[in-house]
């Protein structure tokens, strides 16, 4: 079974940053897909980045303001978000799919909250 588990959520003043960490334990394997999502109060989940097998690819809302990484001898995914804005306000989700077998992962969540 496949665990992720996220950190380093919290409050933080527009223009600020923070990093988010996604550790993957339990059975490893190749992930298809794994990325981070967000969920705003009243709002559809959204996708922010995600890394496949063709690359990396951003939120346009996002994009030159958060960058992913991915440390594989730690299983862990990182999120590096900066110049924050209020809108991006919300509970950051890690996630994790396989092809094979239609299986996805999710992590608990971690709430991000931007101050004006």
């Known amino acids: 079974q496949v665990q992720l588990v996220e950190s380093g959520g919290g409050l933080v003043q527009a223009g600020g940053s923070l990093r988010l960490s996604c550790a993957a334990s339990?059975?490893?394997?190749?992930?298809?897909?794994m990325g981070w999502y967000r969920q705003a109060p009243g709002k559809q989940r959204e996708l922010v980045a995600g890394?496949?097998?063709?690359?990396?690819d951003y939120a346009g809302s996002v994009k030159g303001r958060f960058t992913m990484s991915r440390d594989s001898t730690k299983n862990t995914l990182y999120l590096q978000m900066s110049s924050l804005k209020p809108e991006d306000t919300a509970v950051y989700y890690c996630?994790?799919?396989?092809?094979?077998?239609?299986?996805?992962?999710w992590g608990q969540g971690t709430q991000v909250t931007v101050s004006s």
């Open positions: 890394i496949t097998a063709g690359g990396t």
């Open positions: 996630a994790a799919f396989v092809t094979a077998g239609n299986k996805s992962y």
């Open positions: 339990g059975i490893i394997f190749s992930f298809d897909f």
